[in-house]
């Protein structure tokens, strides 16, 4: 009977960077960028402190692409996908490891007034944007009534 196991990670952190889109030489995207994550906690005398761990995450195909398009360094971002562990020999002959996050999906944070969500990367898949509730004190004036009873609204109009 074969075991199971779970390689899986979710983050919410900021980008540190722009993301870098490239293609490998067979054509597949892939798109590498860093997210900050922090930790605060108080010691038993009292202080107060912080902690920062950097993350590197890779994306591949339609992903890369969206992560490209989408995300910008300082963005706030969760990222969920899997850890990946790899080394290679650099130009200076001494082996290297890097351990990575290989993103499956994503949702970056706006302003606060909502989230662009891209989900896994698959024929068919489309991004979706969701609203956030507004706050009491991002909470609209109710509009005033028109006086027409039918309102013209051209299709064009339409943000999304």
């Known amino acids: ?6 390689n899986r990670i979710m983050i919410l952190g900021n980008l ?8 490998t030489p067979n054509g597949a995207p892939v798109c590498t960028f860093g997210v900050a994550t922090n930790r605060s906690w108080t010691t038993a005398e009292g202080q ?5 761990q950097y993350h ?7 992903l890369a692409e969206l ?3 989408l995300l910008a360094k300082g963005r706030k971002v969760y990222c969920e996908g899997r850890i990946s562990y790899r080394s290679f020999i650099g130009k200076d002959g001494q082996q290297r490891n890097i351990t990575e996050i290989v993103l499956d999906d994503f949702i970056v944070f706006s302003d606060g007034r909502g989230a662009v969500v891209a989900e896994e990367a698959k024929e068919g898949t ?7 509730a507004p706050t009491d004190e991002e909470t609209p004036p109710p509009a005033e009534k028109s006086s027409t009873s039918e309102e013209k609204i051209n299709p064009d109009d339409i943000p999304f």
């Open 56 to 62: 590197r995450v890779v994306a591949w195909h339609k």
């Open 48 to 52: 107060t402190k912080d902690e920062v």
């Open 1 to 6: 009977m074969a075991s199971r196991s779970i």
């Open 67 to 69: 992560c490209a398009k």
């Open 126 to 132: 489309e991004t979706k944007t969701e609203e956030a």
């Open 16 to 23: 540190t960077r722009d993301p870098e889109l490239k293609y």
